[in-house]
């Protein structure tokens, strides 16, 4: 199996929402979708990557599943250092 670079192909991000559920959801919010079981999106994120499971990320912080807002401004509020108060 060939494997490509990260870059060529699209980054899943798979974690569980605020209530629990499981989502998969690309890093740029062109497709995503929320699952019974870890399993299920693991399977979902494989076949929307095209079988590349060197660009599925597991995320331990809620990962939500909100297609509605603009790609550059999730990575821009990704990329910012938050420190508590």
Not at 7 to 12: F, Q
Request: aromatic share 6%; glycine share 8%; proline share 6%.
């Amino acid at each position: 199996m060939n494997l490509a670079e990260p870059s060529l192909c699209h980054i899943v991000l798979i974690g569980k929402n605020s209530r629990g559920q499981w989502v998969a959801r690309e890093r740029d919010g062109l497709y995503g979708g929320l699952f019974v079981s870890q399993k299920a999106a693991i399977r979902y994120a494989l076949f929307e990557n095209h079988h590349h499971p060197e660009a599925i990320i597991a995320i331990a912080a809620p990962l939500e599943l909100d297609m509605g807002t603009t790609p550059a401004a999730d990575r821009a509020d990704m990329a910012q250092p938050r420190r508590a108060a």
